[in-house]
């Protein structure tokens, strides 16, 4: 399917009405919200994916620990972001990542190898946060003998 976008978008559409019923049983549930939000984009269908994936963030940040999906409700909104072509909050996210508790090392590699980041990887803000962690990385320590 690649570079096949209406089948792409069909592909996708299949399931939501399954994913919607399964949120609406599980209301409270972030995942159900973010696989919904996926789905979504993935059709064409941006309003509502970035509905469900802020959803789902505020779903999971109600919570308020680790364990509670945070990190993969931000995920699901970045991929939403990036998915309907919302740039600049794509990278907004990455900016929050880099300034909370992800390490400038994991941050950067991801940035320069997640193929999900291939949409934005050319764009001047992404490049300048990459740069600006890569300068406040420190090296890598040497290989262990």
């Known amino acids: 399917m690649s570079g096949d976008t209406a089948r792409a978008r069909e592909a996708f559409a299949g399931p939501?009405?399954?994913?919607?019923?399964?949120?609406?049983?599980?209301?409270?549930?972030?995942?159900?919200?973010?696989?919904?939000?996926?789905?979504?984009?993935?059709?064409?269908?941006?309003?509502e994916a970035l509905l469900e994936a802020r959803r789902a963030r505020a779903i999971a940040l109600d919570v308020a620990d680790m364990w509670s999906?945070?990190?993969?409700?931000?995920?699901?909104?970045?991929?939403?972001?990036?998915a309907v072509g919302n740039v600049?909050?794509?990278v907004d996210i990455l900016e929050e990542q880099a300034s909370a508790s992800m390490p400038s090392r994991v941050l950067s590699a991801r940035m320069r190898t997640d193929p999900l980041l291939d949409p934005i990887r050319d764009d001047t803000a992404f490049q300048r946060l990459l740069e600006r962690l890569e300068a406040v990385t420190p090296p890598a320590p040497p290989p262990v003998s």
Do not use: N
């Open 88 to 90: 600049t909050q794509a």
């Open 16 to 47: 939501i009405a399954r994913m919607e019923a399964l949120r609406d049983s599980f209301p409270d549930v972030s995942r159900r919200h973010q696989f919904l939000a996926l789905h979504y984009a993935g059709a064409g269908r941006a309003d």
């Open 69 to 82: 999906g945070v990190p993969q409700a931000e995920e699901t909104l970045l991929q939403v972001h990036i």
